[in-house]
């Protein structure tokens, strides 16, 4: 079955923590996406990754393939990135649909 | 800015009634998505679209259709509006293919009384 699956579920830190969420999947994929959603917004998509890591401000991905696993970091957590974020993977099947995990919702106090 | 557009932000219609939510989109984008998000489920695909007038049942297709006439706009059709049909819904196109080009609208939060 392809699943994706997040931790924490839930997430609150202090101004400044470094943050670091989970995303694994079940089968191969093409790509990994992660996906920030603020109160009431849209979404916004952060990273595509297919290996490696990207970096981008003090938000980072990577992946490792053969684990199949990812993670996000923020590194010096501020109040605006209070969201959830979502993991989303490509490819499973050899479908170019997303299948998404359920989110982690972050909450970042001052 | 490329975008992906959602007609309306917040809507609200009665039992029965029929539901037309609009998506339009600049990039050129041959796959467009419809999914609804719920607290707890996540993002369920209803319907997606790989070309014009092509169409397939994504994991929750009852009690919707879809429309795809140009290449830019995707509808999502609710015969008869439920209640359960209550959420939020948004829209994503991507290129072909290739896994970069994702892009999600701003979603249209759809209330049925």
């Known amino acids: 079955k392809n699943e994706v699956e997040q931790s924490p579920q839930n997430l609150t830190a202090q101004e400044g923590e470094f943050i670091t969420i989970n995303c694994s999947y079940s089968v191969g994929i093409s790509a990994l996406h992660w996906l920030q959603q603020h109160p009431g917004g849209g979404i916004v998509s952060l990273f595509m990754?297919?290996?490696g890591k990207k970096k981008h401000g003090r938000l980072i991905a990577t992946i490792n393939i053969q684990e199949k696993h990812s993670s996000l970091h923020i590194t010096a957590s501020h109040p605006r990135d209070s969201a959830v974020y979502i993991c989303a993977a490509e490819g499973m099947g050899g479908s170019e649909k997303l299948v998404f995990g359920k989110g982690t919702k972050l909450t970042v106090n001052p | 800015d490329v975008k992906v557009t959602q007609s309306s932000r917040y809507l609200v219609k009665r039992t029965g009634e029929k539901v037309f939510l609009e998506c339009v989109q600049d990039?050129?984008?041959?796959?467009m998505f419809w999914y609804r998000q719920d607290p707890g489920l996540g993002l369920r695909l209803i319907y997606f679209s790989y070309d014009v007038k092509m169409k397939e049942k994504g994991d929750i297709p009852e009690g919707y259709s879809v429309s795809r006439e140009k290449k830019e706009r995707f509808s999502l059709i609710l015969e008869s509006a439920s209640t359960n049909q209550t959420s939020m819904y948004l829209c994503?196109?991507?290129?072909?293919?290739?896994?970069?080009?994702?892009?999600f609208g701003s979603g249209t939060r759809l209330t049925v009384v």
């Open positions: 994503a196109s991507s290129l072909a293919g290739v896994g970069d080009g994702y892009t």
């Open positions: 990754l297919s290996s």
């Open positions: 990039m050129d984008h041959e796959n």
